[in-house]
């Protein structure tokens, strides 16, 4: 149980950062939160983190920054990267929109602000969903449904999100101008690695 809970954590906390700006709710959890803090250990140790108010550190740092990674330089939707022309495609032809709709995901795009459901923050969030939802049947001891549960997972990260996500990664690594999404990169990365192999340990247990 605790593990589900853990996984499901770390989607909702990955897909929140690469989504949208942090805003002063969420700014507050990272900074008080030792052990978000120890999974980004170069933003644990930035001055700024400590020494810098929340607006300041958000418009004059994080802000831009967020702008520079998934709006300026790089490109966070897949079917720019898999797609030959490089197009994001943002009609019902999307990859992604029949898995979503089978496992009743609903994008609110006001509330996203993305302009496909194949955002890699969108992508994440259906992570954290199919999570839920597996934590929901192991607690009613639908062994089905959980099993079924991380067959879809398993497929979905190799069918989608580890076909592209680790490029726009890297490439967030690189470009990021602070720590937080540096090091978000880094989790995020290190993670969805880790948990395929996790999902496939566990379905051939």
Known sequence: ????????????????ILLQELDDEMLDMIRNDDAILEL???????????????????????????????????????TFYVRDDQMIETGGANPVTDIYSAYDFIVDYEAARV???????VELEFMHHLCEAQFKAMMESDEDAVSELKE??????????LQWAPLYL?????EARTPLYADAADMALEFLLSDNE????????
């Open 152 to 161: 879809v997972q398993h497929r979905f990260l190799n069918t989608h999100l």
């Open 40 to 78: 980004m250990p170069n933003l644990q140790a930035w001055e700024p983190l400590r020494s810098v108010e929340n607006r300041v550190l958000r418009e004059e740092y994080l802000n831009p920054d967020f702008v520079n990674i998934s709006l300026l330089h790089l490109i966070p939707y897949e």
């Open 170 to 174: 890297l490439s967030v690594k690189y």
């Open 1 to 16: 149980m605790q593990n589900i809970q853990a996984r499901s954590n770390l989607y909702a906390l990955l897909s929140r």
């Open 198 to 205: 996790y999902l496939s340990a566990s379905m051939h247990a």
């Open 115 to 121: 302009v496909s459901t194949d955002h890699i923050g």
